[in-house]
């Protein structure tokens, strides 16, 4: 399986400043994925990383809001500007079709933002 | 787009009896249901999946069953301990390259000692 790491694992902001959040994988995968989970909810795909173009976002989010980057096949970084409260979350990074393990898809372990 | 519902959203078990989660799924191009264990802070994991091609699986104590023609699909845990206290997600997901997965609100299960 794939090891995912995230950079910060958490971090306090303030209202209208951005936050980056990097994320790693141990090897060359096919897709990545950034998500969003409130506490005690389920998880909300903001957007699928495409390497070396346009992010493709859900209905809901929107590029100039979440800003993606995914320079190569291991490495992606999600903006979150212009925060407000309703931002504070904890944002998932995920990654899959690695190899044989084409299907299988692997998160990593979050990034927990608080707004004030 | 895909439609993910799950039940229960809280199961409370004694352990050693059996827990049954279940989700239906509204695309039936879905192909893909992997089941997420995620406990308290820490990074939802993979822990069973099944294909559309096959009708169930099982890897010790935890089996999937999948019915295409109803659209649905269940994990089922046999045994329980109190380590398997988690929130459990299932999904459904079109495609090969690990295509996106729309996820289900999650089920809380308790295992008591």
């Known amino acids: 399986s794939a090891v995912i790491s995230q950079k910060p694992s958490r971090d306090i902001c303030q209202r209208g400043t951005s936050l980056t959040i990097q994320c790693q994988v141990d090897s060359q995968v096919t897709m990545m994925f950034w998500y969003r989970q409130q506490p005690g909810q389920s998880l909300t795909l903001i957007a699928t990383?495409?390497?070396?173009?346009?992010?493709?976002?859900e209905s809901g989010f929107v590029i100039d809001k979440f800003p993606i980057s995914r320079p190569n096949l291991t490495f992606s970084t999600l903006t979150v500007s212009n925060m407000s409260p309703e931002d504070s979350s904890i944002y998932l990074c995920?990654?899959?079709?690695?190899?044989?393990?084409?299907?299988?898809?692997?998160f990593g372990p979050g990034t927990r933002l608080t707004v004030t | 787009g895909e439609n993910v519902e799950q039940h229960p959203s809280t199961l409370s078990v004694q352990e050693g009896d059996s827990a049954v989660i279940k989700c239906t799924y509204s695309?039936?191009?879905?192909?893909?249901f992997p089941w997420y264990k995620q406990e308290l802070g820490k990074r939802p994991q993979l822990i069973i999946d099944?294909?559309?091609?096959?009708g169930e699986k099982k890897d010790q104590r935890i089996a999937v069953t999948l019915n295409k023609t109803a659209k649905h699909f269940s994990l089922h845990i046999t045994e329980t301990q109190p380590e398997d206290s988690a929130v459990y997600f299932c999904?459904?997901?079109?495609?090969?390259?690990?295509?996106?997965?729309?996820f289900g609100d999650g089920t809380t299960l308790t295992v008591k000692p």
């Open positions: 990383a495409n390497q070396g173009s346009e992010a493709t976002y």
């Open positions: 999904a459904a997901s079109t495609g090969r390259n690990a295509g996106k997965s729309t």
């Open positions: 995920s990654a899959g079709g690695q190899g044989t393990r084409t299907y299988e898809q692997y």
């Open positions: 099944i294909r559309s091609n096959v």
């Open positions: 695309d039936s191009a879905s192909n893909y």
